[in-house]
């Protein structure tokens, strides 16, 4: 191995680079991160301009298969029910996200012990808890602890958020209904000097703004426009990564472990690009799991119309109030696990005649109907964002695809997945309960949306963790059993998906595989 | 290089093009109601030109989109659009219902100013509002399942 090596390649910048990135060189550790997109310019699409509903969607664009940027890989989603979302670029997902900020709750890691389906993690809900209160205070978050569905414990360390007037509407309705619900946790900073100072890219936590700069600070390079094609193996080791620059030459990196922090789906698609002779089916994948075991959150909406102005008509970051009454599995419903419900904003004018739920209910929208319709919506429409679990089941999966290539020529991914009877009764039961509270709480007209087909943004569980090598792709801190110096670091390890938004448990994982990591690195 | 999948249309739409658009927009948002109509906020006139502006990269699936209707009912054309490809007629309504919605006459109609930045004043923990609407909600019992919680625990 050349002597030039550093300390640890990490193979993307989003949520899990970034936090790992940031842990390890403030460690001392020598880290180079390589991601294939670049920084977010927040200037090309601010939300105070007067197109900027009409911009977003361009530069902002969930999906890569619209958006096309260099930066992105071609998805072949032909074959599944749900699309895949993601940013790429520094920050990763985290650029675009919601900032809703969910813990997992104890039975989330405990589906096989409690419910009799799928399988428990290798770890714990009291294993993460302290990580999860780190993450929390890194991410400046803004909740309330006490919420009744978690066990007791201290909560993040800034006040929740204004709940707003349709946010105490639907407190009030679910009180009357005997629901519970409690005050949203957000990853929106509540400090109004950082949001004057630095610009409206600082209203919230995404990983570019909370934790580049700190890494940058205490030493870790970022290459940016650096597309990894393969990890090199050698011996059994990783040594390195060979990425493709912004002039498309082929550069050779070398390292003493190699971390993956590439998504749900760009981590599989690596480790299937990295194919060697002596590793046939892909980089570590004796077990035959990488790609497999793909969720997504099947996600459902509902909103209301009210007769009143409800100041809905903001950006939809975070959430006003959640409610997880009928998180946990009642087998009297006929399916197992369940969903968080997050109420939020519907957004501006242009936002409330597309996208979900709205599409569903577009028939009457137009012609003779638009001017009534619009107004009917706008300001007036709070919604219910319904994130279900799904279990993991093999033919869920990613491959490489055969037929797309990304702008340097490396297969595309293909995902298929199919939301199974579970699912689906899952989201029609919390969907017409929604509908119930939307109801109770005085809405004139409910528009659901059962099963949103743009909702991938959570990719999980295609190199699940484990502690048997024979059925999972990595330890329970992220190291694959195959390759001793390779790890993954990010949410293709999950072992279920729980029924909340993930990027409190995800930033959690980071760091206790970061911190396990240096504990290992040490006593070497 | 790397090939860069985008190509902005910069070439102007025809003057027939931008007829026929403007026949499609009044369609969809017509006179009479409330609220200004297609023709009266010019949305195929200027709003256009500065949707595309920002959007380029739509301008040729739409004008192709909007050619169709070249030699029909419009009207017609616009609901069986709507009716038989959901998805090219969603294409459509953005460009036009986008367009229409820069212009200040029709934001003017609805009361909309422009989304605001997300930042909030913070709810105090002792806010005593919240608190009392969270009261029935703390005298619950907890409702998460432990870590070493057990089936056996349902049904006792």
Request: net charge negative.
């Amino acid at each position: 191995m050349p002597d030039d090596k550093v300390d640890a390649i990490i193979v993307g910048a989003g949520l899990s680079g970034a936090v790992t990135a940031n842990e390890l060189a403030k460690a001392g550790l020598t880290v180079i991160c390589l991601e294939q997109g670049d920084w977010p310019e927040y200037g090309r699409s601010a939300v105070h301009r007067r197109d900027s509903e009409v911009a977003a969607e361009q530069y902002w664009q969930r999906d890569p298969n619209v958006r096309q940027d260099t930066s992105d890989y071609p998805i072949d989603d032909s074959g599944s029910d749900v699309a895949a979302l993601m940013w790429n670029g520094v920050g990763g997902s985290s650029v675009l996200y919601l900032a809703k900020w969910n813990r997992m709750t104890p039975s989330d890691f405990r589906v096989r012990s409690h419910d009799g389906v799928a399988d428990d993690w290798p770890l714990s809900y009291e294993d993460l808890e302290p990580h999860y209160l780190e993450a929390e205070r890194q991410f400046q978050i803004s909740g309330l602890a006490g919420d009744p569905a978690y066990p007791e414990g201290d909560g993040p360390p800034n006040p929740p958020l204004p709940i707003r007037a349709f946010g105490a509407r639907m407190a009030k309705a679910l009180n009357e209904l005997g629901w519970s619900w409690w005050p949203g946790a957000s990853a929106t900073f509540p400090d109004p000097e950082r949001s004057t100072k630095e610009g409206p890219e600082s209203i919230k936590a995404s990983t570019d703004v909370t934790h580049w700069p700190s890494a940058l600070n205490a030493g870790a390079e970022l290459r940016t426009n650096a597309r990894v094609r393969r990890v090199l193996v050698e011996n059994g080791e990783a040594t390195g990564c060979e990425y493709i620059d912004s002039d498309g030459n082929v550069q050779t990196l070398h390292a003493r472990s190699v971390i993956l922090c590439a998504n749900g789906i760009g981590t599989p698609r690596l480790l299937l690009l990295s194919a060697t002779d002596e590793y046939p089916d892909g980089l570590a994948n004796s077990s035959g799991l990488v790609g497999k075991r793909l969720m997504l959150h099947p996600f459902g909406a509902v909103a209301g119309l009210f007769d009143d102005d409800l100041d809905t008509a903001v950006s939809p970051l975070g959430q006003q109030i959640q409610s997880m009454h009928f998180y946990e599995t009642d087998a009297s419903r006929g399916f197992v696990r369940g969903a968080k419900w997050g109420l939020q904003p519907t957004g501006g004018p242009l936002a409330v005649t597309r996208s979900y739920p709205w599409e569903v209910a577009n028939e009457v929208m137009y012609c003779e109907n638009f001017h009534e319709t619009l107004k009917a919506r706008f300001n007036r429409a709070p919604m219910w964002t319904l994130v279900a679990e799904d279990l993991p089941v093999d033919t869920n999966r990613v491959t490489l695809s055969d037929t797309l290539v990304d702008g340097d020529g490396l297969p595309g991914a293909k995902i298929e997945y199919v939301a199974d009877a579970n699912s689906r009764a899952l989201l029609k039961f919390h969907t017409e309960k929604a509908a119930e509270s939307l109801i109770a709480a005085g809405a004139v007209e409910t528009v659901v949306a059962p099963l949103v087909r743009s909702s991938g943004w959570h990719l999980m569980g295609t190199a699940v963790m484990g502690d048997d090598p024979a059925n999972s792709v990595t330890d329970r801190y992220g190291t694959t059993h195959d390759v001793k110096n390779l790890h993954i670091f990010d949410s293709s390890t999950w072992v279920t998906s729980g029924g909340v938004n993930p990027v409190a448990t995800q930033a959690a994982l980071a760091l206790w595989s970061s911190t396990h990591f240096l504990e290992e690195w040490y006593a070497r | 290089m790397r090939s860069t999948q985008l190509s902005p249309l910069t070439s102007p739409i025809s003057t027939s093009d931008r007829d026929l658009i403007a026949e499609i927009a009044q369609v969809l948002i017509p006179a009479g109601a409330s609220g200004p109509s297609a023709a009266e906020v010019d949305v195929a006139g200027g709003r256009l030109d500065e949707f595309f502006e920002q959007r380029p990269d739509l301008k040729t699936a739409f004008v192709a989109i909007a050619s169709r209707a070249s030699g029909t009912d419009v009207d017609s054309f616009c609901r069986h659009l709507e009716a038989s490809e959901p998805a090219v007629f969603q294409q459509l309504t953005y460009v036009i219902v986008g367009a229409f919605l820069l212009s200040p006459d029709a934001r003017g109609w609805l009361g909309f100013t422009g989304l605001r930045g997300e930042f909030q004043t913070p709810i105090a923990n002792d806010d005593y509002r919240l608190h009392e609407l969270l009261a029935p909600v703390r005298s619950r019992p907890p409702s998460y399942r432990p870590t070493a919680w057990t089936p056996e625990e349902s049904t006792a």
